[in-house]
C-alpha cells in the first residue's frame, strides 16, 4: 500500500486510524481534525473533497470492521474540523456514514451513530435537508438489538428533535412517506421512536401536520391494539390532540379522507380502536354537516353494528370494583348511538319546514342498510329499520325507485324473533305501502297487494311463525294501516291460495283478531251497523273465504246479527267432518259469546222477530257441543232468556239485500273443496305414516 493511495492522509495517519486502540484511533482523528481546519482555513475545497473521498469511500469500501471503525471516526473529526462550513459537505459526509447503519458488526453501527451525532452537532438546523435520509436511517438504528447501538441512537434521536423544534425549516412533505411507512413497523421500540417523532413534529409551530394526516392516522390508529401500554397511551393522547386541533380549526383538515379511514376503524376487533374512531366520528358529524352524506353508507355499516354491545354487564363490574359510575362518553355503544342520531339529523326536517340532507345520493345507504337488516343483533336490526322508515318518511320520492332493494329483507325481517324488530320492519312497509310512486295515476301504491302476497307466503312456508306471530303481525298491520282495507286485500288473496288448511288457519287468525282484538273495536263496529251498505258490502267481500272455516264465519253471521243464516249454517255442519280442531273453534265460540264483546247478542234474546233465530242458531250450537263446560255454559245462558212469546212482541228489523241462498251455496262448495283436499291429503301422507 503506497502512500499516494490515501493522500493526503499519511500511512501513519491511517493505521492509527484504523487500529484496534480507540486511544491511537482518537488520536489519528485529532491529527484529521488539525489537517482540515488548514485546508479550510487555505480555502483548499480539493485536498477536503479528496480526504472526504478517502475515508467515505476508500477506506469504507474495506471488508475490516476496524477499518470502517476508522473511516467514521475520520469524517466525525472532517466535521468538527469544518466547523460551521461542514454544511458544504453534508451529502459526503452523511450517505457513507448512514450506509454503516446496516453494517452487520454492531459495533460499526455503533460507530455510525456517533458519527452523525457529531456530523449533526455540527451541522445544525443545515442537516434538515437531507432530514429524510437521516430519519430512515435512524429508524432502523431504534429498532436494534444491541442495547448500545440503540443508546447510541436515543442520543441522535434527541439532538434530531431539538434541531427539528428549534428551527423553521423542515420541509415535512417528503419525511410524511417514511414516517407512513413507520407507523406499520411491528417492533416496539421503532413503534415507539415513529410515534415520538410524529408527537415531536405535532408540536412544532410551523409544521403543518393535520394536512398530511391522512397519510398518517391509518398507522396511529392500529398502534392502538399494541401490546405495550405505553405505545397504546402515546397514541391515544396524540390522537386527542389531533381531534382538539381538528375541532378548533377544522377547514385545515381534508375531513373526507380523514372519514374514510375512520370508518375502516370503527369497525374493528379491537375496542379501543372502535371507540376512538366512533368518538372522532361523532366529532366530525358535528363538524362536516351535510359534507357527511356521501360517506353516510360507510358511517352506517361503522356505527350500527357497534350498537350490539350489551354494557350492562361491563357497567356493573365497573360499579362493583371501582364504585365509579359508569361514563356514558366512553362507552361504544352510546357513542355508536350519538354518531347515528347526528348522521340521521342530518337527513331531516329544519324549522322552516324544508328537507335538509336531500341532496343524499341513497343507493349507497339504502345497500347497506339492507345488509344490516341480517345482523345478529336486535338494536342493529332496529336501527336499520328506523332509517328506512325515516328514509322514506323524509325523502319518499328519492327512495321509492330503490324499493325493490329492500322489500325482500323487509319481509323476511317479520319471521324475526324480536317484536321490536317486527314491528319497525311493518312500520317501513306500511309507508311504502302508503307511498304513491313518483308521476303513477294510480291512487294506491303499487306495493300494497305484493306486500300482502309476500307476507301469506312467508306465512304459508313457516307454520311456527303462522301459530305464534300471525296475529301480532296482522294486528301491527291493522294498526298501520286501515284495517278494513287490510280484511278486504287478504281474503282477496287467500281465495286465490290453494293450500286449503293454511286457508282454514289465516281466516281463523283473522277471525279471533277481529272478534277480540282491541285495534278493530272500529272495525267491529261498523260491521254490527249491517243497515249500513258499507257493512254489507265488507260482508260479502269476507264471505267466500271465511267459508273456510265454519266456525269463524258463524262468527262474522253472529257479529252482523244475521241469526237466520246463521241458524241455516249450523243445519249444515252436520254435515261436515266434526273433528276435534272443529269442536274447539266451537268451545271458543262459545266462551267469545259469554265475554263483553257479545253483550249485545245477549241482550237480543230477550225480543224481537230475530231472537227466535237466535235462540234457534244457539241451540243448534249446543247441539254440536258435547256435554262439556262449554255447553253448559251455553245452555244456562239459554235457560236465562225470556219465553218465545215475550221475545215474539218487538217489532222486525229491517230486510237487507242479500242473497243468503247463494252465500250458502259458496259455504257448500267450499266445503266440499275441503273434503277433497282433506282426502287427497290423507292419500299423500298414507306411505309415509
Known sequence: MSERDYAPLSIACVRGLCDKIYEKRKFAGSEIEKMVKDFNDANNTSLIKKLIKVLGQDLMSSTSSNVKNGALMGLSSVAVGLGKDCVNYLPELMKPIVACFSEADSRVRYQAAEAMYNVV????????????????????????????VKQGAELLDRLLKDIVTESGSLEVSALIPLVRERLYARNPFARQFVVSWVCVLDAVPHV???????????????????????????????????????????????????????????????????????????????????????HASG??????????????????????????????????????????????RLVGVDAGGEIEGSGLHVEAPVVALTQLL???????????????LHLYTTLPTHMFPHTDMVFGGLVASLADPSDDVVRRALAVLAEICSCRAPDSSLDASPYYHEFLRALLRLLARDEALLEDRGAFIIRQLCVLLNAEEVY?????????????????TVVDVLSTILLTAAELYELRLRLRRFAEPGARRL???????????????????????????????????????????????????????????????????LGGEESGALRSALYGLLMLLPQSEAFHALSRRLQCAPPPPLAAALPPPAPVDIDFEKHLETFRRVQAAHRLYNTAERARRAPHS
Open 121 to 148: 452537532k455540527v451541522g445544525r438546523g443545515a442537516v434538515l435537508a437531507h432530514f429524510p435520509l437521516v430519519f430512515d436511517a435512524l429508524a432502523r438504528l431504534a429498532a436494534d438489538p444491541e442495547p448500545q
Open 374 to 388: 341480517q345482523h345478529n343483533s336486535v338494536h342493529t336490526k332496529v336501527a336499520a329499520l328506523d332509517w328506512l
Open 208 to 294: 403543518d401536520l393535520i394536512r398530511h394526516l391522512p397519510d398518517l392516522l391509518d398507522g396511529l390508529f392500529r398502534m392502538l391494539d399494541d401490546a405495550q401500554p405505553d405505545i397504546r397511551r402515546m397514541c391515544e393522547l396524540q390522537l386527542e390532540e389531533f381531534l382538539r386541533t381538528i375541532t378548533a380549526e377544522p377547514t385545515r383538515a381534508d375531513l373526507p379522507a380523514i372519514v374514510n379511514i375512520l370508518i375502516v376503524h370503527a369497525q374493528a376487533s379491537d375496542e379501543t380502536m372502535q371507540l376512538t374512531a366512533l368518538t372522532w366520528l361523532r366529532q366530525f358529524a358535528n363538524l362536516a354537516g351535510e359534507a357527511l352524506l356521501p
Open 539 to 605: 260482508f260479502e267481500c269476507l264471505y267466500e273465504s271465511w267459508c273456510h272455516s265454519p266456525v269463524a264465519l258463524l262468527a262474522l253471521c253472529l257479529l252482523t246479527h244475521n241469526y237466520r243464516h246463521c241458524d241455516a249454517l249450523i243445519k249444515l255442519f252436520g254435515d261436515l267432518e266434526v273433528t276435534v280442531d272443529f269442536l274447539t273453534e266451537v268451545d271458543k265460540l262459545v266462551q267469545l259469546i259469554e265475554s263483553p264483546i257479545f253483550a249485545y247478542l245477549r241482550l237480543e234474546l
Open 299 to 344: 358511517v352506517l355499516m361503522a356505527a350500527l353494528p357497534c350498537l350490539a354491545y350489551a354494557d350492562d354487564s361491563r357497567r356493573n363490574i365497573l360499579y362493583i370494583l371501582y364504585m365509579e359510575p359508569w361514563k356514558p362518553e366512553t362507552d361504544i355503544r352510546e357513542t355508536a348511538a350519538a354518531v347515528n342520531l347526528q348522521l340521521k
Open 488 to 504: 278486504r286485500a287478504l281474503s282477496a288473496l287467500l281465495i286465490e291460495e290453494r293450500d286449503l288448511l293454511f286457508v282454514t
